[in-house]
């Protein structure tokens, strides 16, 4: 116990529940403060997108009134880390650093600043607050990593099951540290297009909480009809756990706390797809550069296009005369956010049917969605494209019109979205499906034959 000031150093962890590293500072003793650094500075740091910038902005000023009711403050600076966190212990005469691990390049900035801070004689540590499963204690029975979803989660679920969340603090103390104001972040966008995400969402923990257990209480009773974008059987969780608004943990243990044996199986696919999120946490520890480099590196080769900006613009826009896809894309341009499936289907239709190279539309994602993830959303692009984790790879091209009779059968997603349908209004097709998916597998025996060991 000490009487010492603590910096609780906070990134994609913005929550006071279950936060090992503010529950640590607690424990410490003294005064917390807790500190955002908004770091696009540093090299290892990929600058949020736009719309995540937005979310940013609505869970920091969440977070922030949080803390004030408990007695504490939320501090914020902006610049490179390894500059802005030193100088924020000096100020504070702060004696402890905590922070909640991340598993991509940004690492290498944490290290540096753990192994800084022990050399002054301070209290530096880290925890594992954002993963159920750090990526080094998965491991095959060569004690290698895994490359495939379905062994690396039937390893998960052969372990010890995850801790319970860690509760909340009562009341916090602080210490006056000179703060930054959000306004300074300059987080929000001019002019602001944010009216369809505001209408959408609610950031910040308590927004995190509802959705969970509304999810809970109404939609995983009908999650077997998860692939079915035109209903609410989806958590819509993604963005509170890219944020870290709510932890891995509560999710776990609030859900197997949820129902009886009737809702099992849906339980089960649940979890798996909380699985999906660590087993892309564990592809990012394994390829720190997951957002520019394929994972297959025969696909170096392959012929993909890098079109100009305004040919790619009906596929941003959700104007390529292919309804599933155009219903896909307006989604994502109004709420941030797109229907899992979806996803699949308007990303294979870009990389296969339209042959643009997977960073192209990756970067589109990046922007737009406010649940942008370093390790979900290149990993999951790489999966689609054929180049990542797929164990079936490139000759998987999603038809959209097959896919919309399967999943949206009564039409309604689409016609949700896209309400000129089956007018003189809705454009023809820019491309012909059959002809593109047999350029695309034809251009995928190219690269196997440049490289048949890929």
Partial sequence: MTGSPTIVWLRDDLRISDNPALHWAVQRGGPVVVVYVLDDESPEIRPIGSASRWWLHQSLTALGAELESLGGALTLRRGPAREVL???????????????????????????????????????????????????????????????????????????????????????????????????LDLLPTPDWSAGLQETWTPGEAGARKRLQDFLDNGLAVYHRRDEPGIDATSMLSPHLRFGEVSPYQVWQQTMRTGGPELEKNRDKFLSEVGWREFMVNVLYQHPQLHTDNIRANFDQFPWEWPPAKELEPWQKGKTGIPMVDAGMRQLWHTGYMHNRVR???????????????????????????????????????????????????????????????????????????????????????????????????????????????
């Fill in 86 to 184: 030193p100088a924020v212990v000096a100020e504070a005469g702060a004696t402890g650093v905590a922070w909640n691990r991340r598993y991509g390049p940004s690492r290498a900035i944490d290290q540096d600043l753990k192994e800084r801070f022990r050399a002054d004689g301070l209290d530096a540590e880290s925890f594992a607050g954002n993963v159920l499963f750090e990526p080094w204690t998965i491991t095959n029975k060569d004690d290698k990593p895994f490359q495939v979803f379905t062994p690396f989660w039937k390893t998960c679920l052969a372990g010890d099951p995850p801790r319970d969340p860690l509760p909340a603090p009562s009341t916090l103390t602080t210490v006056a540290v000179e703060s930054d104001s959000l306004a300074d």
């Fill in 344 to 454: 699949m289907i308007t990303a294979s239709f870009l990389v296969k049917n339209m042959l643009v190279h997977w960073r192209l539309g990756e970067q589109w994602f990046w922007d737009t969605l406010v649940d942008a993830d370093e390790a979900s959303n290149p990993g999951s692009w790489q999966w689609v494209a054929g180049c990542g984790t797929d164990a079936a790879p490139y000759f998987r091209v999603f038809n959209p019109v097959v896919q919309a009779e399967k999943f949206d059968a009564d039409g309604s997603y689409r016609a949700t979205w896209i309400p000129e349908l089956g007018t003189d209004q809705y454009p023809e097709p820019i491309v012909d499906l059959a002809e593109t998916r047999a350029r695309a597998l034809s251009a995928f025996e190219v690269t196997k034959a440049a490289n048949p060991a890929g």
